[in-house]
Protein backbone atom coordinates (compact mmCIF):
# COMPACT_ATOMS: atom_id res chain seq x y z
CA UNK A 1 0.00 0.00 0.00
CA UNK A 2 1.30 3.86 -1.16
CA UNK A 3 2.51 6.13 1.19
CA UNK A 4 1.85 9.79 0.83
CA UNK A 5 4.83 11.35 3.28
CA UNK A 6 3.58 14.72 3.59
CA UNK A 7 6.10 17.25 4.35
CA UNK A 8 5.61 20.35 6.76
CA UNK A 9 7.73 22.85 7.65
CA UNK A 10 6.84 25.39 10.13
CA UNK A 11 8.40 28.43 11.96
CA UNK A 12 5.98 30.57 14.20
CA UNK A 13 2.58 29.60 12.69
CA UNK A 14 1.16 29.37 16.32
CA UNK A 15 -2.79 29.64 15.44
CA UNK A 16 -2.26 28.11 11.98
CA UNK A 17 -0.64 24.94 12.73
CA UNK A 18 -3.06 22.75 14.64
CA UNK A 19 -5.96 23.32 12.32
CA UNK A 20 -3.89 22.29 9.47
CA UNK A 21 -2.42 19.35 10.82
CA UNK A 22 -5.99 18.64 11.73
CA UNK A 23 -7.46 19.25 8.29
CA UNK A 24 -4.44 17.05 7.05
CA UNK A 25 -5.11 14.43 9.42
CA UNK A 26 -9.01 13.97 7.84
CA UNK A 27 -7.58 15.25 3.89
CA UNK A 28 -9.24 12.37 1.57
CA UNK A 29 -7.07 10.32 -0.73
CA UNK A 30 -7.21 7.65 -3.52
CA UNK A 31 -8.14 4.39 -2.43
CA UNK A 32 -5.32 2.49 -0.94
CA UNK A 33 -3.30 5.34 -0.05
CA UNK A 34 -1.96 6.43 3.38
CA UNK A 35 -0.76 9.53 4.58
CA UNK A 36 2.51 10.24 7.00
CA UNK A 37 2.70 13.30 8.05
CA UNK A 38 6.20 15.06 8.42
CA UNK A 39 6.62 18.26 10.53
CA UNK A 40 9.67 20.42 10.73
CA UNK A 41 9.61 23.12 13.06
CA UNK A 42 12.22 25.48 12.08
CA UNK A 43 13.54 26.71 15.14
CA UNK A 44 9.97 28.37 16.32
CA UNK A 45 9.40 30.71 19.13
CA UNK A 46 7.60 28.86 22.45
CA UNK A 47 4.16 29.26 20.80
CA UNK A 48 4.38 27.42 18.24
CA UNK A 49 6.95 25.15 19.57
CA UNK A 50 3.90 24.20 22.53
CA UNK A 51 1.63 23.58 19.80
CA UNK A 52 3.79 21.12 17.37
CA UNK A 53 4.99 19.00 21.30
CA UNK A 54 1.27 18.64 22.20
CA UNK A 55 0.43 17.05 19.10
CA UNK A 56 3.50 15.14 18.89
CA UNK A 57 2.51 14.25 22.21
CA UNK A 58 -1.00 12.87 21.15
CA UNK A 59 -0.56 11.50 17.71
CA UNK A 60 3.21 10.56 17.50
CA UNK A 61 4.78 7.35 18.40
CA UNK A 62 6.98 4.15 17.22
CA UNK A 63 4.15 3.04 14.50
CA UNK A 64 2.37 6.38 14.18
CA UNK A 65 1.52 8.71 11.25
CA UNK A 66 3.23 11.71 12.39
CA UNK A 67 6.78 13.05 13.39
CA UNK A 68 8.25 15.91 14.81
CA UNK A 69 11.74 16.55 13.48
CA UNK A 70 13.34 20.09 14.99
CA UNK A 71 16.31 22.44 13.71
CA UNK A 72 18.36 23.59 16.83
CA UNK A 73 18.36 27.14 14.81
CA UNK A 74 16.63 29.00 12.22
CA UNK A 75 17.58 28.07 8.76
CA UNK A 76 14.59 28.67 6.60
CA UNK A 77 11.73 26.79 4.66
CA UNK A 78 13.94 25.15 2.07
CA UNK A 79 16.41 23.96 4.78
CA UNK A 80 13.12 22.90 6.84
CA UNK A 81 12.36 20.83 3.51
CA UNK A 82 15.74 19.03 3.28
CA UNK A 83 15.48 17.73 6.63
CA UNK A 84 12.06 16.30 5.98
CA UNK A 85 13.39 14.83 2.71
CA UNK A 86 16.32 13.17 3.88
CA UNK A 87 14.20 11.68 6.35
CA UNK A 88 11.49 10.50 3.78
CA UNK A 89 14.26 9.07 1.54
CA UNK A 90 15.32 7.23 4.87
CA UNK A 91 11.89 5.46 5.22
CA UNK A 92 9.69 5.44 1.78
CA UNK A 93 9.85 2.74 -0.58
CA UNK A 94 9.81 3.58 -4.58
CA UNK A 95 6.26 3.17 -4.70
CA UNK A 96 5.29 5.98 -2.07
CA UNK A 97 5.21 9.86 -2.97
CA UNK A 98 6.54 12.74 -1.18
CA UNK A 99 4.30 16.29 -0.81
CA UNK A 100 5.28 19.63 0.60
CA UNK A 101 2.66 20.82 2.65
CA UNK A 102 2.78 24.73 4.07
CA UNK A 103 1.29 25.15 7.77
CA UNK A 104 0.19 28.58 7.47
CA UNK A 105 -3.46 27.42 6.24
CA UNK A 106 -3.03 28.97 2.61
CA UNK A 107 -3.20 25.61 1.14
CA UNK A 108 -6.07 23.18 1.58
CA UNK A 109 -5.67 19.12 2.17
CA UNK A 110 -8.45 18.86 0.46
CA UNK A 111 -6.66 19.13 -2.69
CA UNK A 112 -4.64 15.89 -2.14
CA UNK A 113 -6.43 13.76 -3.62
CA UNK A 114 -6.69 15.24 -7.03
CA UNK A 115 -3.24 15.86 -6.53
CA UNK A 116 -2.42 12.41 -5.90
CA UNK A 117 -4.87 11.12 -8.59
CA UNK A 118 -2.83 13.24 -11.38
CA UNK A 119 0.51 11.47 -10.80
CA UNK A 120 2.19 10.23 -13.65
CA UNK A 121 3.26 6.91 -13.24
CA UNK A 122 6.63 7.14 -14.12
CA UNK A 123 9.18 6.84 -12.01
CA UNK A 124 10.18 10.78 -12.56
CA UNK A 125 6.71 11.82 -12.72
CA UNK A 126 5.70 15.10 -10.58
CA UNK A 127 2.47 17.50 -9.83
CA UNK A 128 2.79 21.09 -9.26
CA UNK A 129 -0.32 22.52 -7.91
CA UNK A 130 -1.96 25.86 -10.07
CA UNK A 131 -3.19 28.61 -7.62
CA UNK A 132 -4.27 30.98 -10.41
CA UNK A 133 -6.69 28.52 -12.23
CA UNK A 134 -9.32 28.93 -9.24
CA UNK A 135 -9.01 32.96 -9.07
CA UNK A 136 -9.94 34.23 -5.80
CA UNK A 137 -11.03 37.92 -4.80
CA UNK A 138 -8.34 39.45 -3.67
CA UNK A 139 -7.17 42.16 -2.04
CA UNK A 140 -3.95 44.99 -2.89
CA UNK A 141 -1.29 42.55 -1.77
CA UNK A 142 -2.94 39.60 -3.05
CA UNK A 143 -3.09 40.91 -6.32
CA UNK A 144 0.49 41.89 -6.10
CA UNK A 145 1.50 38.69 -4.69
CA UNK A 146 0.03 36.96 -7.63
CA UNK A 147 1.62 39.41 -10.22
CA UNK A 148 4.81 39.09 -9.00
CA UNK A 149 4.38 35.32 -9.42
CA UNK A 150 2.92 35.11 -12.39
CA UNK A 151 6.25 36.94 -13.78
CA UNK A 152 8.68 34.78 -11.98
CA UNK A 153 6.72 31.53 -13.33
CA UNK A 154 7.28 33.21 -17.14
CA UNK A 155 10.82 33.33 -16.17
CA UNK A 156 11.54 29.89 -15.23
CA UNK A 157 9.53 28.34 -17.88
CA UNK A 158 11.63 29.99 -20.44
CA UNK A 159 15.23 29.37 -18.93
CA UNK A 160 14.03 25.49 -17.92
CA UNK A 161 11.52 24.76 -20.61
CA UNK A 162 8.95 23.47 -18.08
CA UNK A 163 5.77 24.92 -19.03
CA UNK A 164 3.51 25.43 -15.53
CA UNK A 165 1.48 28.27 -14.49
CA UNK A 166 2.73 28.76 -10.78
CA UNK A 167 6.07 27.85 -10.45
CA UNK A 168 6.18 28.59 -6.79
CA UNK A 169 3.18 26.93 -5.67
CA UNK A 170 4.05 25.54 -2.10
CA UNK A 171 1.92 21.98 -3.85
CA UNK A 172 5.12 19.78 -4.98
CA UNK A 173 4.27 16.12 -5.18
CA UNK A 174 6.86 13.83 -6.04
CA UNK A 175 7.41 9.91 -6.49
CA UNK A 176 10.54 8.87 -3.98
CA UNK A 177 12.65 7.66 -7.32
CA UNK A 178 12.29 11.60 -8.60
CA UNK A 179 12.84 13.12 -4.87
CA UNK A 180 16.04 10.55 -4.60
CA UNK A 181 17.49 11.81 -7.81
CA UNK A 182 17.08 15.33 -7.23
CA UNK A 183 17.61 15.23 -3.95
CA UNK A 184 21.70 15.91 -4.54
CA UNK A 185 20.60 19.37 -6.36
CA UNK A 186 18.63 21.07 -3.69
CA UNK A 187 20.29 22.91 -1.48
CA UNK A 188 18.61 26.43 -1.16
CA UNK A 189 17.65 27.49 2.59
CA UNK A 190 15.29 30.19 2.24
CA UNK A 191 12.33 30.59 -0.58
CA UNK A 192 14.54 29.48 -3.50
CA UNK A 193 14.44 26.23 -2.91
CA UNK A 194 10.56 26.34 -5.19
CA UNK A 195 12.65 27.52 -7.97
CA UNK A 196 15.65 25.20 -7.44
CA UNK A 197 13.07 22.33 -7.35
CA UNK A 198 11.44 22.93 -10.33
CA UNK A 199 15.04 23.16 -12.33
CA UNK A 200 15.92 19.98 -11.18
CA UNK A 201 12.62 18.43 -12.46
CA UNK A 202 13.98 20.11 -16.16
CA UNK A 203 17.45 19.00 -15.59
CA UNK A 204 15.96 15.03 -14.87
CA UNK A 205 13.35 14.89 -17.62
CA UNK A 206 10.38 15.11 -15.29
CA UNK A 207 7.10 13.64 -16.31
CA UNK A 208 5.30 17.37 -14.68
CA UNK A 209 1.34 17.76 -14.45
CA UNK A 210 -0.41 20.31 -12.91
CA UNK A 211 -3.75 20.57 -10.86
CA UNK A 212 -5.70 23.69 -9.56
CA UNK A 213 -5.71 24.13 -5.68
CA UNK A 214 -7.10 26.44 -3.63
CA UNK A 215 -5.44 28.62 -2.06
CA UNK A 216 -6.24 31.25 0.66
CA UNK A 217 -3.53 34.56 0.44
CA UNK A 218 -2.70 36.20 3.58
CA UNK A 219 -0.71 39.26 3.66
CA UNK A 220 2.22 40.76 6.09
CA UNK A 221 -0.05 41.90 8.94
CA UNK A 222 -1.33 38.03 9.05
CA UNK A 223 2.26 36.56 9.42
CA UNK A 224 3.09 36.55 5.39
CA UNK A 225 7.07 35.70 5.40
CA UNK A 226 8.09 35.91 1.83
CA UNK A 227 9.01 39.53 0.55
CA UNK A 228 10.45 41.67 -2.13
CA UNK A 229 14.01 40.00 -0.74
CA UNK A 230 12.88 36.86 -1.52
CA UNK A 231 11.51 37.50 -5.42
CA UNK A 232 14.82 38.63 -6.00
CA UNK A 233 17.00 35.62 -4.86
CA UNK A 234 14.30 33.58 -7.04
CA UNK A 235 16.04 35.15 -10.25
CA UNK A 236 19.33 34.61 -9.00
CA UNK A 237 18.53 30.59 -8.52
CA UNK A 238 16.74 30.49 -11.70
CA UNK A 239 19.71 32.29 -13.92
CA UNK A 240 21.88 30.01 -11.84
CA UNK A 241 20.36 26.70 -11.59
CA UNK A 242 20.17 27.17 -15.70
CA UNK A 243 24.03 27.20 -16.30
CA UNK A 244 24.85 24.79 -13.00
CA UNK A 245 26.59 21.62 -14.34
CA UNK A 246 27.34 20.06 -11.09
CA UNK A 247 25.00 19.20 -7.99
CA UNK A 248 25.71 22.24 -4.68
CA UNK A 249 27.50 21.36 -1.67
CA UNK A 250 25.40 20.32 1.04
CA UNK A 251 27.57 20.89 3.90
CA UNK A 252 25.13 22.84 6.29
Not at 42 to 65: I, K, M, N
Not at 87 to 108: C, F, H, K, M, P
Not at 163 to 188: F, N, Q, T
Request: charge should be positive; proline fraction near 7%.
Amino acid sequence: MPTLYVVIPVFDEPHTLEPCVRRALLAPLPVGWLAHLLLIDDASGQATAHVADRLAHELGGPHAAFELLRHARNQGKGAALQTGFDRVLSIANDGDAVLTQDGDLEYDPADWKALVAALPDAAHGAVIGNRWERQTPMGLWGRFHSLVNRVLTLFSNALTGIRVHDMECGYKLLRIPLLRAMRPWISERRFGVEPQMVAALARLHAVVREVPVHYNPRDRRRGKKIGPRDGVEAIGVIVRERFRRNPPSRSR
